[in-house]
C-alpha cells in the first residue's frame, strides 16, 4: 500500500525567506510523485511532477522539488517566496504503471503555508 | 479551452437524504476520478470510471456509487448522507496513457 506523509501541518514565513515543505512516501513499487497547491475555496493545481528522468523538477513560478529515491523524500523548495505563495500544498504519489493515468492518487495532509509581510 | 466543470458548487443536504454530484471532464479526457476531502484533511480517492465502468474503488461504502456517461461526464452518487459524508468533493479528468489529472474546483456538501 502507498502512504504520503506531510511532515509539517503548517509552515509560517517571512516574505522573500526560503522555505521547505517535507514530504515523504511509501511504496513497494514505483511511484509518480506530485505537488499540488490550493487556495482557498478552490481545487487542486498541480505545481509539478516527477515521473521518471531528472530527479530534480522545477515549477514556472520558481518552486523545485527533488525526488531522492535513498531516502524516500519528495521535498518542496523555493529560494524566496511571496505574499501570495500563501496556500495549501499537498504531496501526492501514483503507482507509476506504465505511464497509464489509470489509478488512484494518495495524497498526505496537507501544509499550511503562511507567507508574512 | 474549459477545464473541469462541478456542479453544484454548495449544497446543504439533511441526514438521511440522497445527494448527486456532477462533474465534466476537461475537454479531450477520457477518465474521470472523484475524491472527498475533509475539512483540514488530504482528498481521499473516491472512485474512478473509464469507458462508463469503475475501474478502481477506494474504501468507501457502497452508500457512494458512480456513473459515466458516454461524452465522458460522471455522476456521483451518495445516498443516506451522514454527518460525516460533509466534505469538498473533488473530480478529476485525465487521458489515459497520459500522467497528468486536472481538477476541478469542486462541490462543498454540508450534511445537516
Known amino acids: 500500500a502507498q502512504s504520503v506523509t506531510q511532515l509539517d501541518s503548517q509552515v509560517p514565513v517571512f516574505e522573500e525567506a526560503p522555505v521547505e515543505l517535507r514530504c515523504n512516501y511509501s511504496?513497494?513499487?514505483?511511484?509518480?510523485l506530485f505537488w499540488y497547491v490550493q487556495y482557498p475555496n478552490q481545487g487542486l493545481q498541480l505545481l509539478l511532477k516527477y515521473l521518471s528522468g531528472s530527479t530534480l523538477v522545477e515549477s514556472i513560478n520558481g518552486f523545485e522539488a527533488e525526488f531522492n529515491k535513498s531516502q524516500t523524500s519528495f521535498h518542496l523548495r523555493k529560494p524566496s517566496v511571496h505574499i501570495s505563495d500563501t496556500a495549501e500544498y499537498f504531496c501526492a504519489s501514483k503507482v507509476s504503471t506504465g505511464g497509464t493515468s489509470y489509478g488512484k492518487l494518495t495524497f498526505g495532509q496537507g501544509t499550511i503555508l503562511t507567507v508574512h509581510p | 479551452d474549459a477545464g473541469v466543470t462541478q456542479s453544484p458548487t454548495h449544497l446543504i443536504k439533511t441526514r438521511g437524504q440522497q445527494v448527486t454530484l456532477r462533474c465534466s471532464p476537461k475537454?479531450?479526457?477520457?477518465?474521470v476520478s472523484w475524491y472527498q476531502q475533509a475539512l483540514g484533511q488530504g482528498p481521499q480517492f473516491i472512485f474512478q470510471?473509464?469507458?462508463?465502468?469503475?475501474?478502481q474503488r477506494g474504501n468507501f461504502p457502497d452508500r457512494f456509487s458512480g456513473h459515466q456517461f458516454p461524452n465522458y461526464s460522471s455522476e456521483l452518487n451518495v445516498n443516506a448522507l451522514l454527518l460525516g459524508d460533509s466534505a469538498l468533493y473533488l473530480c478529476a479528468s485525465s487521458l489515459q496513457g497520459a500522467s497528468g489529472y486536472t481538477f476541478g474546483s469542486g462541490t462543498r456538501l454540508t450534511v445537516v
Open positions: 475537454s479531450g479526457h477520457d477518465t
Open positions: 470510471y473509464y469507458e462508463e465502468e469503475e475501474r
Open positions: 511504496s513497494s513499487v514505483s511511484v509518480y
